[in-house]
Protein backbone atom coordinates (compact mmCIF):
# COMPACT_ATOMS: atom_id res chain seq x y z
CA UNK A 1 0.00 0.00 0.00
CA UNK A 2 0.70 3.92 -0.19
CA UNK A 3 3.03 4.93 2.60
CA UNK A 4 3.06 7.93 4.16
CA UNK A 5 6.18 9.40 6.31
CA UNK A 6 6.24 11.83 9.23
CA UNK A 7 9.51 12.95 11.07
CA UNK A 8 10.15 13.13 13.52
CA UNK A 9 8.14 10.77 15.24
CA UNK A 10 8.92 12.02 18.64
CA UNK A 11 10.04 16.04 19.58
CA UNK A 12 10.75 17.59 22.88
CA UNK A 13 11.12 21.63 22.53
CA UNK A 14 11.17 24.19 24.82
CA UNK A 15 8.33 26.48 25.67
CA UNK A 16 8.50 29.42 22.99
CA UNK A 17 10.09 27.94 20.36
CA UNK A 18 8.14 26.80 17.18
CA UNK A 19 8.64 23.26 15.86
CA UNK A 20 8.30 21.86 12.11
CA UNK A 21 6.83 18.31 11.34
CA UNK A 22 7.31 16.82 7.89
CA UNK A 23 4.90 14.90 6.08
CA UNK A 24 6.12 13.38 2.84
CA UNK A 25 3.95 10.75 0.46
CA UNK A 26 6.91 8.47 -0.32
CA UNK A 27 5.15 6.43 -3.31
CA UNK A 28 2.61 8.73 -5.06
CA UNK A 29 1.27 12.31 -5.43
CA UNK A 30 -0.94 13.08 -2.29
CA UNK A 31 -2.98 15.95 -3.95
CA UNK A 32 -4.73 16.93 -0.41
CA UNK A 33 -3.03 16.57 2.79
CA UNK A 34 -4.98 16.79 6.43
CA UNK A 35 -3.61 17.49 9.64
CA UNK A 36 -5.06 16.18 12.69
CA UNK A 37 -4.38 16.01 16.75
CA UNK A 38 -5.12 13.58 18.81
CA UNK A 39 -5.53 13.97 22.82
CA UNK A 40 -4.69 11.03 25.14
CA UNK A 41 -7.26 8.62 24.93
CA UNK A 42 -9.23 10.69 22.45
CA UNK A 43 -9.99 10.59 18.79
CA UNK A 44 -8.69 12.46 15.95
CA UNK A 45 -9.28 16.18 15.48
CA UNK A 46 -9.10 17.55 12.21
CA UNK A 47 -6.74 21.18 12.40
CA UNK A 48 -6.72 21.04 8.82
CA UNK A 49 -6.83 20.82 5.08
CA UNK A 50 -4.40 21.56 2.41
CA UNK A 51 -4.39 21.07 -1.48
CA UNK A 52 -0.66 21.65 -3.18
CA UNK A 53 0.07 25.02 -4.30
CA UNK A 54 -3.01 26.71 -2.31
CA UNK A 55 -3.40 27.57 1.17
CA UNK A 56 -4.92 25.81 4.04
CA UNK A 57 -8.17 25.39 4.89
CA UNK A 58 -8.29 25.90 8.30
CA UNK A 59 -10.83 23.89 10.84
CA UNK A 60 -13.17 26.43 13.43
CA UNK A 61 -10.70 27.48 16.73
CA UNK A 62 -7.46 26.01 14.90
CA UNK A 63 -5.55 29.20 14.92
CA UNK A 64 -3.62 29.88 11.78
CA UNK A 65 -1.09 32.01 12.93
CA UNK A 66 -0.06 29.55 15.61
CA UNK A 67 -0.31 25.78 13.38
CA UNK A 68 1.42 27.01 10.18
CA UNK A 69 0.72 24.51 6.91
CA UNK A 70 2.70 24.76 3.79
CA UNK A 71 1.96 22.21 1.50
CA UNK A 72 4.61 23.12 -0.98
CA UNK A 73 4.53 20.33 -3.55
CA UNK A 74 2.99 16.87 -4.29
CA UNK A 75 4.57 15.12 -1.91
CA UNK A 76 5.52 16.97 1.09
CA UNK A 77 3.15 19.44 3.89
CA UNK A 78 4.60 20.87 6.58
CA UNK A 79 3.25 21.60 9.97
CA UNK A 80 5.04 24.73 12.29
CA UNK A 81 3.85 24.59 15.46
CA UNK A 82 4.93 28.71 16.09
CA UNK A 83 5.70 29.78 19.96
CA UNK A 84 4.49 26.22 21.27
CA UNK A 85 3.50 26.32 24.81
CA UNK A 86 2.56 22.95 27.07
CA UNK A 87 -0.62 22.94 25.92
CA UNK A 88 0.22 22.18 22.52
CA UNK A 89 1.92 19.02 23.72
CA UNK A 90 -0.03 16.40 22.07
CA UNK A 91 0.10 13.62 19.01
CA UNK A 92 0.03 15.28 15.67
CA UNK A 93 -0.91 13.02 12.54
CA UNK A 94 -0.81 13.71 9.09
CA UNK A 95 -2.48 11.88 6.54
CA UNK A 96 -2.68 11.87 2.69
CA UNK A 97 -4.73 11.52 -0.45
CA UNK A 98 -4.17 10.49 -4.03
CA UNK A 99 -6.89 12.01 -6.38
CA UNK A 100 -10.34 9.74 -5.95
CA UNK A 101 -8.86 7.30 -2.87
CA UNK A 102 -8.97 7.00 0.18
CA UNK A 103 -6.45 9.02 3.01
CA UNK A 104 -3.04 7.00 4.31
CA UNK A 105 -1.92 7.86 7.57
CA UNK A 106 1.51 8.69 8.51
CA UNK A 107 3.10 7.30 11.85
CA UNK A 108 2.65 10.21 13.74
CA UNK A 109 4.40 12.82 16.05
CA UNK A 110 4.69 12.92 20.19
CA UNK A 111 5.07 16.73 20.85
CA UNK A 112 6.06 17.73 23.98
CA UNK A 113 6.63 21.12 25.40
CA UNK A 114 8.53 21.81 28.26
CA UNK B 1 -23.60 15.98 7.75
CA UNK B 2 -21.85 13.13 8.30
CA UNK B 3 -20.79 11.71 11.64
CA UNK B 4 -19.73 8.65 13.58
CA UNK B 5 -20.89 6.70 17.04
CA UNK B 6 -18.63 4.12 18.54
CA UNK B 7 -20.76 2.67 21.20
CA UNK B 8 -18.59 1.73 23.71
CA UNK B 9 -15.03 3.38 24.76
CA UNK B 10 -13.52 0.12 26.38
CA UNK B 11 -14.28 -3.76 25.10
CA UNK B 12 -12.86 -6.02 27.09
CA UNK B 13 -12.44 -10.15 25.74
CA UNK B 14 -10.85 -13.13 26.23
CA UNK B 15 -8.24 -14.66 23.70
CA UNK B 16 -10.07 -16.69 21.41
CA UNK B 17 -13.70 -15.27 21.91
CA UNK B 18 -15.32 -12.88 19.50
CA UNK B 19 -14.95 -9.42 19.19
CA UNK B 20 -17.26 -6.90 18.23
CA UNK B 21 -16.85 -3.19 18.07
CA UNK B 22 -19.98 -0.78 17.18
CA UNK B 23 -20.16 1.81 15.35
CA UNK B 24 -23.19 3.72 13.78
CA UNK B 25 -22.97 6.56 11.26
CA UNK B 26 -25.07 9.51 10.24
CA UNK B 27 -24.49 10.42 6.28
CA UNK B 28 -26.57 12.97 4.45
CA UNK B 29 -24.74 10.53 1.27
CA UNK B 30 -24.17 7.51 0.39
CA UNK B 31 -21.57 6.78 2.54
CA UNK B 32 -17.76 5.61 2.26
CA UNK B 33 -16.91 3.69 5.81
CA UNK B 34 -13.57 2.87 7.18
CA UNK B 35 -12.31 1.35 10.36
CA UNK B 36 -8.74 2.11 11.53
CA UNK B 37 -6.75 0.35 13.93
CA UNK B 38 -3.93 2.48 16.04
CA UNK B 39 -1.40 1.09 18.28
CA UNK B 40 0.27 2.79 21.22
CA UNK B 41 2.13 6.09 19.51
CA UNK B 42 2.04 5.43 15.91
CA UNK B 43 -0.60 6.43 13.49
CA UNK B 44 -3.90 4.61 11.91
CA UNK B 45 -3.53 1.37 9.93
CA UNK B 46 -6.28 0.75 7.42
CA UNK B 47 -8.43 -2.51 8.50
CA UNK B 48 -11.07 -2.68 6.16
CA UNK B 49 -13.48 -0.08 3.98
CA UNK B 50 -16.76 -0.25 2.57
CA UNK B 51 -17.53 1.73 -0.77
CA UNK B 52 -20.55 0.72 -1.65
CA UNK B 53 -19.88 -2.64 -3.24
CA UNK B 54 -20.58 -5.83 -1.23
CA UNK B 55 -22.22 -5.41 2.03
CA UNK B 56 -19.84 -7.65 4.06
CA UNK B 57 -16.45 -6.17 3.54
CA UNK B 58 -13.43 -8.32 4.74
CA UNK B 59 -10.19 -6.76 6.14
CA UNK B 60 -6.73 -7.24 7.00
CA UNK B 61 -5.82 -9.84 10.26
CA UNK B 62 -8.89 -11.72 10.29
CA UNK B 63 -11.55 -8.45 10.78
CA UNK B 64 -14.41 -7.82 8.72
CA UNK B 65 -17.42 -5.86 8.90
CA UNK B 66 -21.19 -5.21 7.65
CA UNK B 67 -22.78 -2.48 6.79
CA UNK B 68 -26.52 -2.30 7.14
CA UNK B 69 -27.95 0.57 5.74
CA UNK B 70 -31.46 -0.03 7.71
CA UNK B 71 -29.70 0.16 11.10
CA UNK B 72 -27.34 3.06 9.60
CA UNK B 73 -24.74 0.70 10.93
CA UNK B 74 -21.17 -0.35 10.43
CA UNK B 75 -19.57 -3.15 13.32
CA UNK B 76 -16.07 -4.42 13.66
CA UNK B 77 -16.22 -8.20 13.94
CA UNK B 78 -13.47 -11.25 14.54
CA UNK B 79 -14.16 -14.81 15.40
CA UNK B 80 -11.62 -15.40 17.56
CA UNK B 81 -9.47 -12.52 19.54
CA UNK B 82 -5.74 -12.39 19.35
CA UNK B 83 -3.54 -10.68 22.47
CA UNK B 84 -1.91 -8.79 19.33
CA UNK B 85 -5.61 -7.35 18.55
CA UNK B 86 -5.05 -5.17 21.47
CA UNK B 87 -5.32 -1.69 20.63
CA UNK B 88 -7.33 1.30 20.06
CA UNK B 89 -9.78 1.45 17.03
CA UNK B 90 -11.67 3.94 15.06
CA UNK B 91 -14.70 4.16 12.68
CA UNK B 92 -14.61 6.30 10.41
CA UNK B 93 -17.17 8.33 7.85
CA UNK B 94 -15.82 9.75 4.73
CA UNK B 95 -17.46 13.48 4.37
CA UNK B 96 -19.03 14.42 1.26
CA UNK B 97 -17.21 17.14 -0.35
CA UNK B 98 -14.33 16.56 -2.48
CA UNK B 99 -11.39 16.80 -0.54
CA UNK B 100 -12.65 13.69 1.37
CA UNK B 101 -11.89 14.43 5.16
CA UNK B 102 -12.65 11.81 7.61
CA UNK B 103 -15.30 12.07 10.79
CA UNK B 104 -14.13 9.96 13.16
CA UNK B 105 -15.79 8.19 16.12
CA UNK B 106 -14.05 8.41 19.72
CA UNK B 107 -12.32 4.93 19.20
CA UNK B 108 -12.29 2.10 21.40
CA UNK B 109 -9.91 1.01 22.99
CA UNK B 110 -10.00 -3.36 22.55
CA UNK B 111 -8.50 -5.19 26.02
CA UNK B 112 -7.44 -8.92 24.98
CA UNK B 113 -7.19 -11.26 28.20
CA UNK B 114 -4.91 -14.46 28.02
Known amino acids: GAVVSQHPSRVICKSGTSVKIECRSLDFQATTMFWYRQFPKQSLMLMATSNEGSKATYEQGVEKDKFLINHASLTLSTLTVTSAHPEDSSFYIC??????????FGQGTRLTVV | AQSVTQLGSHVSVSEGALVLLRCNYSSSVPPYLFWYVQYPNQGLQLLLKYTSAATLVKGINGFEAEFKKSETSFHLTKPSAHMSDAAEYFCAVKGGSTLGRLYFGRGTQLTVWP
Open chain 1, 95 to 104: SARPRSTEAF
